[in-house]
T-cell receptor, first 117, second 111 residues
Framework: GAVVSQHPSRVICKSGTSVKIECRSL??????MFWYRQFPKQSLMLMATSNEGSKATYEQGVEKDKFLINHASLTLSTLTVTSAHPEDSSFYIC?????????????FGSGTQLSVL | GENVEQHPSTLSVQEGDSAVIKCTYS??????FPWYKQELGKGPQLIID?????GEKKDQRIAVTLNKTAKHFSLHITETQPEDSAVYFCAASRNTGKLIFGQGTTLQVKP
């Protein structure tokens, strides 16, 4: 399958600082990427849809000023958690849509564990 | 809104037995149904998927069935092995757009 690279895998930061997470499609171009959030022992919740060259579409209840998304190229989307607080601690995962021999499929990055102290 | 219900939440089987996980979706316009395996601390890995124009798909020990009328789809794992132990998620979407995930099933395969 297509490879989605996410970095960093783990980050610990102080409350009030901002953290940037990168999501790259390594062997394909992704006009659309998705950002999810996952709490321990829970399912994945979609936060926003990232569209190359345009504004992201946020799900209801997700603060767009807190979770800044930039999709400046066809292979890179970034999620910045601004002024992070302990309640933002979570596992953040990106996904990208790739064309395969069996049609379009959605592949996920390896995730970023964010811990805010 | 769109919803996907997944059962059971936990499943324990003996090595070599079969495991079945079931999902029900609410959005009748959904036409793409992937299954993901997630190991602890890692991102979900696509293991199999099915589109609404197909009723069944098989890949070695894994198979997925879809009943569009009932809006049900299921994952079947045969000859389970300890390395199959993980959390499995079903999902539904329209045209590989945003995925709506089920709640997940923790599968434990006992040696």
């Amino acid at each position: 399958g297509a490879v989605v690279s996410q970095h960093p895998s783990r980050v610990i930061c102080k409350s009030g600082t901002s953290v940037k997470i990168e999501c790259r499609s390594l062997d394909f171009q992704a006009t659309t990427m998705f950002w999810y959030r996952q709490f321990p022992k829970q399912s994945l919740m979609l936060m926003a849809t990232s569209n190359e060259g345009s504004k992201a579409t946020y799900e209801q209840g997700v603060e767009k000023d807190k979770f800044l998304i930039n999709h400046a190229s066809l292979t890179l989307s970034t999620l910045t958690v601004t002024s992070a607080h302990p309640e933002d601690s979570s596992f953040y995962i990106c996904s990208a849509r790739a064309e395969t021999g069996e049609g379009e499929k959605l592949f996920f990055g390896s995730g970023t564990q964010l811990s805010v102290l | 809104g769109e919803n996907v219900e997944q059962h059971p939440s936990t499943l324990s089987v003996q090595e070599g037995d079969s495991a079945v996980i079931k999902c029900t979706y609410s959005d009748s316009a959904s036409n793409y149904f992937p299954w993901y395996k997630q190991e602890l601390g890692k991102g979900p890995q696509l293991i199999i998927d099915i589109r609404s124009n197909v009723g069944e798909k098989k890949d070695q020990r894994i198979a997925v069935t879809l009943n569009k009328t009932a809006k049900h789809f299921s994952l079947h794992i045969t000859e389970t092995q300890p390395e199959d132990s993980a959390v499995y998620f079903c999902a539904a979407s329209r045209n590989t757009g945003k995925l709506i995930f089920g709640q997940g099933t923790t599968l434990q395969v006992k040696p």
